[in-house]
């Protein structure tokens, strides 16, 4: 079975877009970029199968924060990576503490930014079809695990 795509959306300075594209050369994605948070914030609805967000910790319209505080108000909120010049222990804290998914550095190292990217998609994705199988009325893994375990209870 083939690799599914994953759907990625830059949020960044359009000279690190060079950096993105090489580090994320071998990896099969779509990336969709914005300069802006205006142009994302369209994006976003548009492509409601965006499962991961790049934003840079500076730009012109909005901060980080304001965008994984608006990015998490959708219904199926995509993962957000906050990609910045310079990182530290507490930037990095900020980042989690305020549900982003992780931190990564700018120019990209591509082995980090794959894994980084990789891992946000898959527990996206993941996230998602637990949603979907609630919703259908389905159990999610964990009931069935728990049932699965009670029944060597018995």
Request: proline letters at 6%; hydrophobic letters at 45%.
């Amino acid at each position: 079975m083939a690799q599914k795509r994953i759907q990625l959306l830059a949020i960044m300075p359009e000279q690190w877009l060079t950096s993105l594209t090489d580090a994320l050369a071998d990896l099969p994605v779509n990336i969709l970029t914005a300069q802006n948070w205006q142009s994302a914030r369209s994006a976003l609805i548009k492509s409601p199968e965006i499962e991961v967000v790049l934003v840079a910790s500076l730009l012109p319209d909005a901060t980080w924060k304001e965008v994984v505080a608006h990015v998490s108000d959708l219904q199926s909120p995509p993962w957000i990576i906050v990609a910045a010049r310079f990182s530290d222990a507490s930037l990095w804290y900020d980042v989690l503490e305020n549900g982003a998914y992780d931190l990564t550095v700018y120019p990209f190292r591509p082995e980090a930014l794959i894994h980084v990217i990789v891992s946000a998609s898959a527990d996206c994705r993941q996230g998602r079809e637990r949603t979907d199988r609630a919703a259908k009325g389905y159990p999610t893994r964990e009931q069935n695990a728990t049932a699965e375990l009670g029944r060597y209870d018995e």
